[in-house]
Nanobody, 114 residues
Framework: QVQLVESGGGLVQAGRSLRLSCVAS?????MGWYRQAPGKQRDLVAR???????NYADSVKGRFTISRDNAKNTVYLQMNSLKPEDTAVYYC???????????WGQGTQVTVSS
């Protein structure tokens, strides 16, 4: 029954911004974003716990910001200064704790053109 619904993906030119949103059907302690480009593995982009502590991949630090609204069971990913290398399917991820069941959204396509 747990569902993660993503939105906000699209096609943008390099240097522009997008904001991704993910609404969960229940409250999660940990939420984050992963991405997967064609032919590549799925890699962590950013994660955030309930108290607001964050971690970022080196490739996005300084450009992307993850945040959450606990009252809405929602996590956001603000993506600024987008680069073609950011092109990927972005997946919302959530879990209650390490070792617990991990949930995934269906993914939303982000395409950055030059």
């Amino acid at each position: 029954q747990v569902q993660l619904v993503e939105s906000g993906g699209g096609l943008v030119q390099a240097g522009r911004s997008l904001r991704l949103s993910c609404v969960a059907s229940v409250s999660f302690n940990y939420m984050g974003w992963y991405r997967q480009a064609p032919g590549k593995q799925r890699d962590l982009v950013a994660r955030i716990n309930r108290s607001g502590s964050t971690n970022y991949a080196d490739s996005v630090k300084g450009r992307f910001t993850i945040s959450r609204d606990n009252a809405k069971n929602t996590v956001y990913l603000q993506m600024n200064s987008l680069k073609p290398e950011d092109t990927a399917v972005y997946y919302c991820n959530a879990m209650q704790g390490y070792g617990s069941t991990t949930y995934w959204g269906q993914g939303t396509q982000v395409t950055v053109s030059s």
